[in-house]
């Protein structure tokens, strides 16, 4: 849930991952519980994937 009221980002946890995300309106993504790079380069595919199916990605 988002309310910017409380706090200024979405937090957001995939499941299958130990990692969790900040996802803030500028853009910026705060990553933390990652282990390992390739733990890190995991979840952030899954978010990555999450975000494209909701129509959510905006490209440059």
Same mark, same amino acid.
């Given at each position: ?14 499941q299958g991952?130990n990692v969790?995300?900040?996802l803030?309106?500028?853009?910026k993504?705060?990553? =933390?519980? =990652?282990?390992s ?5 995991e =979840?952030?595919?899954v ?5 494209e199916?909701?129509?959510?990605l905006i490209?440059?």
């Amino acid at each position: 849930m988002y309310v910017p009221e409380q706090f200024p980002a979405a937090r957001y946890k995939p499941q299958g991952v130990n990692v969790s995300f900040l996802l803030y309106s500028s853009g910026k993504i705060i990553c =933390a519980g =990652a282990k390992s790079v390739e733990e890190l380069v995991e =979840a952030v595919d899954v978010l990555h994937e999450q975000l494209e199916e909701q129509g959510l990605l905006i490209h440059p």
